[in-house]
C-alpha cells in the first residue's frame, strides 16, 4: 500500500495542476472574446465586399483580372493554418490529418505547402517536406497590415505562376463545442454559386472606372478580408478547442482528487487500526503477564 505523504503529494501536484489548467482556461476564454469582438466588428464589411465581387464577376470575362484567371493545374498550392502551441485537444492534429490526406489525395501532382503555425511546420518538416513560405501565428491583436501582408504573399505566390491554385485548409468555428477542420478554394477567385431565388437584377453594367481598374482595387481587398477572416476564425477555433480540453482536464484532475483523497483517507484509517490493535495487543499481552 502506497505511503500516506507519497499520496498527499499526489493531491497536492494535481491540485496545482488543476489551477493551471482552469487560469489556462479563463486565458482562452478572454482570447477567444477578443477575437469573435474582431470578427463581427469586420462582418458587415467582408458580407458586403463579397456579395458585391459575386455580383459584378458573374457579368465579366474572366480575363478582366488575373486573380479569376482559371489556367491548367500543373501545380498546386496549399496553405496550412494551425496553431502554435499545443493544449487544445486534437485541433492541431485533425488539421495536420485533413491536410496529409489532400497532399496523400493529390499523388505524384506537384503540391507547394504554405504553413501558417509552428505545429503543422513542424509536422512535415520532421516528414521530410520543405514549405515554400512558412510564418507564425498571427495573434488577435495584430494589425490589419499584418494579415495584409500575408494574403499578398499568397496572391504574389498564385499570380508568380508558382501555383495554379491555392486551397486552405483551417479549423472552421461552427460555435464553442464544434470546430471542424475545413478545405475551401482561395485562388483562383470564383463567384458563389446562386442558393434559390434572388431579386431581379439587370443583366448589363456600365462601369466607371474600367472593369479592369475597379477589379484591381477590389479583388484584391476581398481577397485580404478573405484571408483576415481565415485566421481569424482559425484563431477562435483554437482557443475554443483549448478552452473545452482545459475544462475537461480540470474536472479529469478533481476526479482524481477525489480518487487520491478516498486513497488517503482508507489508509490513514487503516493506520489508525493497526495501531489500535497493537495496543490492545500490548495491553492484553500486559494483563496476562500480571495474571
Same mark, same amino acid.
Given at each position: 500500500m502506497q505511503n500516506l505523504r507519497a499520496i498527499r503529494r499526489k493531491i497536492k501536484g494535481v491540485s496545482?495542476?488543476?489551477?493551471?489548467?482552469?487560469?489556462m482556461k479563463m486565458v482562452a476564454a478572454a482570447r477567444l472574446r477578443r477575437v469573435q469582438d474582431?470578427?463581427?466588428?469586420?462582418?458587415?464589411?467582408?458580407?458586403?465586399?463579397?456579395?458585391l465581387v459575386n455580383r459584378l464577376a458573374r457579368h465579366l470575362p474572366r480575363a478582366e483580372h488575373p486573380l479569376l484567371v482559371r489556367r491548367p493545374i500543373q501545380r498546386r498550392g496549399l496553405v496550412v493554418v494551425t496553431g502554435d502551441?499545443?493544449?487544445?485537444?486534437?485541433?492541431?492534429s485533425n488539421i495536420i490529418?485533413?491536410?496529409?490526406?489532400?497532399?496523400?489525395?493529390?499523388?505524384?501532382?506537384?503540391?507547394?505547402?504554405?504553413?501558417?503555425?509552428?505545429k503543422a511546420y513542424d509536422y512535415f518538416q520532421r516528414r521530410g517536406y520543405r514549405p515554400t513560405h512558412w510564418r507564425s501565428q498571427l495573434?488577435?491583436?495584430?494589425?490589419?497590415?499584418?494579415?495584409?501582408?500575408?494574403?499578398?504573399r499568397i496572391a504574389d505566390w498564385f499570380l508568380s505562376g508558382q501555383v495554379d491554385e491555392v486551397r486552405v485548409v483551417y479549423g472552421e468555428f461552427v460555435n464553442v463545442l464544434v470546430q471542424r477542420p475545413r478545405v475551401i478554394a482561395l485562388l483562383p477567385i470564383a463567384?458563389?454559386?446562386?442558393?434559390?431565388?434572388?431579386?431581379?437584377?439587370?443583366?448589363?453594367y456600365i462601369f466607371e472606372p474600367a472593369p479592369a481598374e475597379l477589379l484591381s482595387i477590389l479583388l484584391p481587398k476581398y481577397l485580404e478580408h478573405q484571408v483576415y477572416h481565415i485566421l481569424l476564425?482559425?484563431?477562435?477555433?483554437? #482557443?475554443?478547442? /483549448?478552452?473545452?480540453?482545459? =475544462?475537461?482536464?480540470?474536472?479529469?484532475?478533481?476526479?482524481?482528487?477525489?480518487?487520491?483523497?478516498?486513497?488517503? #483517507?482508507?489508509? /490513514?484509517?487503516?493506520?489508525? =487500526?493497526?495501531?489500535l490493535l497493537e495496543i490492545a495487543t500490548a495491553v492484553e499481552a500486559m494483563r496476562k503477564a500480571r495474571d
Open positions: 496545482n495542476l488543476r489551477k493551471i489548467m482552469q487560469a474582431r470578427v463581427l466588428s469586420g462582418k458587415p464589411y467582408t458580407d458586403r465586399i463579397r456579395n502551441k499545443g493544449l487544445c485537444g486534437a485541433y492541431n490529418r485533413t491536410a496529409q490526406a489532400l497532399l496523400d489525395q493529390n499523388g505524384e501532382d506537384p503540391t507547394e505547402l504554405f504553413i501558417i503555425g509552428k495573434p488577435a491583436t495584430a494589425a490589419f497590415s499584418e494579415f495584409r501582408s500575408v494574403a499578398r463567384p458563389e454559386k446562386d442558393e434559390g431565388p434572388k431579386p431581379a437584377e439587370p443583366t448589363d476564425e482559425s484563431l477562435a477555433s483554437e #482557443n475554443a478547442a /483549448r478552452m473545452n480540453a482545459m =475544462t475537461q482536464a480540470a474536472e479529469n484532475a478533481e476526479e482524481m482528487i477525489k480518487q487520491l483523497t478516498l486513497q488517503a #483517507n482508507k489508509i /490513514r484509517q487503516w493506520t489508525i =487500526t493497526k495501531e
